[in-house]
């Protein structure tokens, strides 16, 4: 239970990255499983190469994923904004097959991990890996600076009235398109992060960003689009929905309570189960 | 008419070459090649009748395909069913159920319906992996002596070919002769602005619903026909997400919205992938070279290669749809 309750803030910084380009520029960012798994493979080589502290290398992870972000927007994003759905949907796509196959092309598909170990804590008859409870936190520092980001500072600021509205955003003399590609570099260091601290969680592969992707999904539509913080709060659901299920069932059947359950979510709740609480 | 229609006749001519090219010195080599090219037109275009004529996304296009293969060779083999029978089965089941999911998640729309498609296929993925009679995440496998009924198994899979091949004609057909009806006309309402649709009188709901449940009806026929070529299945290989998105790549290249599109974007992509795949220097970028592609088409030439022809030559548009 505990375990899902760690692991789930780490769903729920994944998702707040798709969650935030969403809101703010109307795009379901498809490079978002590709870029949680380079913040793995980021973490296995900084790791690997500088032998520093893991939760320090999340700060030049964090760095790269920025401006990575700010160049996949001029590349890709910025054509096709305000043109149907399909077209950012696909050049998105596409940008995910390129870094997917240029990936497996120098990691190839097999497993890795990241040999980290943090000392575990013992309360009573449980034992919580260090790992987990660093990962939760430093996940939770995270969203908490985003927060705080979008809500005191300019830029932030800039970001929440560009989503709001953008051509009165633009008369009040922002800059929307600076505005978008920051943005967007901010989103994908989101998931860079999330997939950094993943990879000192479990071993992964260049695939299995897609996991995490619909994971992220999952989370981001239970949360309502473009609501960062509620996001968190339903990737913490999703990891206790998955540590409360895990005893009674086999895991296989996991995915299926989550999806059926993203689906009808869908249907029924099109705003997210908190957007219908706020509106 | 149909009949009057030239790519109709394109049709045509395009299955008796596919029919013919192999047979003449028995290639199976040449055979195997043009299978996969058949199937990915099947794919492309009646996903096709989603994306390019109702504006749908649709990225869990591959699910009617795998469902049908599942209930294609369960019929087969443990109910001992004749091949043609249980296709048509799966087909009709497998709109069955469209019918029945569309009718739930075609209420969203836009996004919302792209990320639903997604949802439906790894709900429905994940559920035949702890499905029992259907071997879980083993699969199932096609004893040979299910090839035995049809006179061994070389003249089973030369039958399964032309029957594939069948399916494909009848797929483009289906995608012409949607298209210049008044059932297409709406489809095309609904695409460019659906509440004006609604509001000159298109009933939305049930031709989206229609719509969602023809698309699945062929790709299920050609899932029982090619796993049963193929003896065996497995969930990963049934669902494969990646196939579902490689679809949408080939209608994109070919060209979104036209009939032809479909199948050239298809052959395409298919001839462009064992190229490179064959290709000792490039294998490894095969993704790469395929995503640099679309973004290449998304961002310079939404209208795939037959846009791009339309555009030099307007009087194309028709002859070729």
């Known amino acids: ?279 | 008419m149909i009949l009057r229609r030239p790519s109709f006749w394109l049709i045509l001519i395009l299955s008796a070459a596919f029919v013919y090219l192999p047979l003449r010195g028995q290639n199976v080599p040449l055979r195997e090649d043009l299978v996969l090219v058949a199937v990915a037109i099947i794919l492309s275009s009646n996903l096709n009748l989603m994306i390019g004529y109702t504006g749908y996304v649709n990225f869990g296009h591959i699910v009617f395909y795998g469902l049908g293969g599942y209930i294609g060779l369960y019929l087969t083999t443990a109910r001992g069913w004749n091949l043609v029978v249980a296709a048509l089965a799966a087909g009709v089941a497998v709109s069955f159920l469209a019918l029945l999911f569309g009718v739930g998640i075609l209420r969203l729309r836009g996004a919302y319906f792209a990320l639903a498609t997604i949802g439906v296929l790894q709900a429905v993925q994940a559920f035949v992996i702890n499905f029992d009679p259907w071997g879980r995440s083993t699969g199932m496998y096609m004893s040979f002596e299910a090839y035995k009924s049809w006179g061994g198994a070389m003249r089973a899979l030369w039958l399964d070919y032309y029957l594939v091949i069948g399916v494909m004609a009848l797929s483009l057909i289906l995608s012409l002769a949607i298209k210049i009806s008044k059932f297409g006309l709406g489809l095309f309402a609904i695409r460019e602005n659906e509440d004006a649709a609604s509001v000159l009188g298109v009933n939305t709901t049930v031709y989206k619903a229609i719509v969602y449940s023809v698309s699945a009806f062929l790709p299920a026929v050609a899932g029982a026909l090619m796993f049963f070529k193929n003896g065996m299945i497995d969930p990963f290989v049934a669902f494969e997400f990646s196939l579902s998105l490689e679809g949408i790549v080939m209608l994109m290249l070919g060209g979104q919205g036209t009939v032809t599109g479909a199948a050239l974007g298809a052959g395409m992509y298919e001839w462009l992938r064992s190229f490179l795949l064959t290709s000792p220097k490039l294998s490894d970028f095969q993704l790469v070279i395929a995503g640099g592609l679309l973004l290449v088409v998304v961002l310079f030439a939404p209208g795939g290669l037959i846009g791009w022809v339309y555009r030099l030559l307007p009087r194309a548009r028709g002859v070729i749809e």
């Open chain 1, 1 to 279: 239970m505990i375990d899902g309750l760690l692991v789930g803030s780490v769903y729920g910084l994944a998702a707040m990255g798709l969650s935030l380009i969403w809101g703010v520029m109307n795009v379901i960012n498809l490079t978002h499983g590709a870029m949680i798994a380079l913040g793995m493979f980021g973490m296995y080589v900084l790791f690997g190469a500088i032998t520093g502290h893991p939760y320090v290398l999340l700060l030049p992870e964090i760095g790269v994923g920025l401006l990575l972000g700010v160049v996949v927007y001029w590349v890709a994003i910025h054509w096709v904004i305000g043109r149907p759905m399909l077209m950012s949907l696909l050049s998105t796509f596409a940008v995910n097959m390129i870094i997917i196959g240029i990936g497996t092309a120098v990691w190839t598909t097999s497993p890795y991990n990241v040999n980290f170990n943090l000392p575990g804590l013992t309360v009573g008859s449980y034992t919580f890996t260090g790992n987990h409870i660093a990962a939760a936190v430093a996940a939770l520092i995270l969203a908490l600076a985003l927060d705080l980001f979008l809500r005191r500072t300019r830029p932030g600021k800039a970001i929440r009235a560009v989503s709001d509205h953008r051509e009165a955003a633009e008369l009040m003399g922002i800059s929307s398109t600076t505005v978008l590609s920051i943005a967007f570099g901010i989103g994908i260091a989101m998931a860079i992060a999330s997939g950094a601290l993943v990879a000192t969680l479990f071993p992964f592969t260049i695939l299995s960003g897609g996991t995490y992707q619909l994971k992220s999904f999952v989370v981001t539509v239970l949360a309502g689009l473009g609501k960062p913080l509620g996001a968190l709060v339903a990737g913490v659901l999703l990891g206790l929905l998955e540590g409360a299920v895990t005893p009674f069932m086999a895991a296989s059947w996991i995915p299926l309570i989550e999806f059926t359950l993203f689906v009808v979510v869908l249907v029924a709740f099109p705003r997210g189960i908190f957007g219908k609480v706020a509106a």
